[in-house]
């Protein structure tokens, strides 16, 4: 499958709230899930970090997700069932504005409902990164990005000033 560009932020795209998948198993679907896993790959060559990608980063408006981390594979029309009340805080990027950080607040853990890419309807419970994985890509498919997420605006900075910050041990938090 061929990589795809990454929309970056501003691309309308990106606020878009994704369509529901009719057949997991659609040939267009499997290009797509296909087009997803081969553009993280290269984002991780690329650029040393990357987890996972969902669908309208790539320009398309259904609901699809892929990951590649503690699990592997897509998930179609994923949806968020259970949330712990146990909260944590980090400093989240993403592929569509690689140069900014958003400290956000996410759940400890979660249970998501999806369907494999057979078809097969599915739950996956996850806590920790994974858990902070999938709350972000599932929120990219409803159109709401990291940054939305953020504490408040005095919580999105740069990566560059990041490191400088977090190398003086100067963080916002």
Same mark, same amino acid.
């Given at each position: 499958m061929p990589v795809k560009d990454i929309l970056l932020?501003?691309?309308?795209? /990106?606020?878009?709230?994704? $369509?529901?998948?009719?057949r997991a198993h659609a040939e267009d679907i499997r290009g797509l899930i296909?087009? /997803?896993?081969?553009?993280?790959?290269? +984002?991780?060559?690329?650029?040393? +970090?990357?987890?996972?990608i969902a669908a309208p980063q790539i320009g398309s408006t259904k609901q699809v997700v892929f990951?590649? +981390?503690?699990? $592997?594979?897509? /998930?179609?029309n994923p949806r968020i069932v259970k949330r712990s009340t146990k909260k944590f805080t980090l400093w989240d990027d993403c592929f569509s504005f690689p140069d900014i950080l958003a400290y956000v607040v996410r759940n400890y853990?979660?249970?998501v409902s999806f369907q494999d890419?057979?078809?097969k309807s599915r739950k996956l419970s996850a806590e920790g990164a994974l858990s902070e994985l999938l709350q972000h890509e599932i929120d990219h498919i409803n159109g709401i990005l990291?940054?939305?997420?953020?504490?408040? $605006?005095?919580?999105?900075?740069?990566?560059?000033? +990041?490191?400088?910050?977090?190398?003086?041990?100067?963080l916002m938090l």
């Open positions: 932020l501003g691309n309308p795209v /990106l606020r878009q709230k994704c $369509s529901p998948v009719k296909g087009d /997803l896993r081969d553009t993280l790959q290269e +984002f991780r060559r690329q650029r040393g +970090f990357g987890r996972g990951v590649d +981390f503690e699990y $592997s594979g897509a /998930l179609i853990g979660i249970t890419e057979g078809g990291a940054i939305d997420r953020a504490v408040d $605006s005095r919580h999105i900075v740069l990566r560059s000033e +990041f490191e400088k910050m977090s190398h003086k041990s100067q």
